[in-house]
């Protein structure tokens, strides 16, 4: 409120503001973290949904960044929020336009590449799974997966049966188009980046489609969830 910046690093660490606040969201409860959040960006939270509907500051230069890193390559606050397990936060983060392909400090967690997708993955967190690769998670650049056989279906690929249902839901995804609503929700995202919720809040849309933009349509509880269940989602 006084003009000071909000991406002003600590000259030690690198760590801007919005690091220190999902860091110090370890010992606080998430509405917490989320009151920091919209302090940092120019938001006004209320009681309405915590992603819909915003006053924006949009001509505000003091706007916190998502993507800033530290002095660690790679450790972005939706990074850091994957390694402090504070999966609602990430959620929120992916929700207002972070760059999921950016960042990743994670090569000595035993994770294929160590990247957001293949952390989520292997923690078994369905929805952050469906989150990053909505909000455009590069697939052709995931290495790990299996190899897919273009004239079987995913339920008869080789060795299906060894394979948990999110690698056979991300094995779909990486070799099928996705949905065409989703193509559009993806391109609209992209365009917009980090400013999608100021620019969807004020874009006088009906609600329900303000809160399929902001992805709200996905939850964010990263429960675990059988591969029926799933597939009546996905497939």
């Given at each position: 409120?006084?003009?000071?910046?909000?991406?002003?690093?600590?000259?030690?660490?690198?760590?801007?503001?919005?690091?220190?606040?999902v860091?110090?969201?370890?010992?606080?409860?998430?509405?917490?973290?989320?009151?920091?959040?919209?302090?940092?960006?120019?938001?006004?939270?209320?009681?309405?949904?915590?992603?819909?509907?915003?006053?924006?500051?949009?001509?505000?230069?003091?706007?916190?960044?998502?993507?800033?890193?530290?002095?660690?390559?790679?450790d972005?606050?939706?990074s850091?929020?994957?390694?402090?397990?504070?999966?609602?936060?990430?959620?929120?983060?992916?929700?207002?336009?972070?760059?999921?392909?950016?960042?990743?400090?994670?090569?000595?967690?035993?994770?294929?590449?160590?990247?957001?997708?293949?952390?989520?993955?292997?923690?078994?967190?369905?929805?952050?799974?469906?989150?990053?690769?909505?909000?455009?998670?590069?697939?052709?650049?995931?290495?790990?997966?299996?190899?897919?056989?273009?004239?079987?279906?995913?339920?008869?690929?080789?060795?299906?049966?060894?394979?948990?249902?999110?690698?056979?839901?991300?094995?779909e995804?990486?070799h099928?188009?996705?949905?065409?609503?989703?193509?559009?929700?993806?391109?609209?995202?992209r365009?917009?980046?980090?400013?999608?919720?100021?620019?969807?809040?004020?874009?006088?849309?009906?609600?329900?489609?303000?809160?399929?933009?902001?992805?709200?349509?996905?939850?964010?509880?990263?429960?675990?969830?059988?591969f029926?269940v799933?597939?009546?989602?996905?497939?």
């Open positions: 409120m006084s003009g000071a910046s909000v991406n002003y690093p600590n000259g030690l660490t690198g760590s801007t503001p919005l690091h220190e606040a860091e110090s969201s370890q010992t606080a409860e998430f509405n917490t973290f989320f009151a920091m959040f919209c302090a940092l960006r120019g938001l006004s939270s209320g009681e309405e949904s915590p992603y819909s509907l915003f006053d924006h500051k949009a001509s505000s230069p003091f706007v916190a960044c998502l993507d800033s890193e530290t002095v660690t390559s790679g972005t606050p939706l850091r929020a994957l390694l402090l397990k504070r999966h609602r936060i990430a959620a929120l983060l992916i929700r207002h336009g972070c760059d999921v392909n950016h960042g990743g400090v994670y090569s000595s967690w035993g994770a294929p590449t160590g990247d957001h997708l293949s952390i989520a993955k292997a923690r078994g967190l369905v929805n952050l799974v469906r989150l990053l690769v909505k909000a455009g998670f590069h697939l052709n650049n995931v290495k790990w997966l299996p190899k897919f056989q273009s004239n079987q279906s995913t339920s008869n690929q080789d060795g299906a049966q060894d394979h948990d249902a999110i690698t056979l839901w991300l094995m995804a990486k099928n188009p996705q949905p065409l609503v989703d193509i559009c929700r993806l391109v609209i995202r365009r917009l980046r980090d400013r999608v919720a100021f620019s969807i809040a004020n874009s006088g849309l009906p609600k329900p489609l303000k809160m399929f933009l902001m992805l709200e349509d996905i939850g964010d509880d990263g429960s675990r969830e059988d029926e799933m597939e009546s989602i996905f497939m």
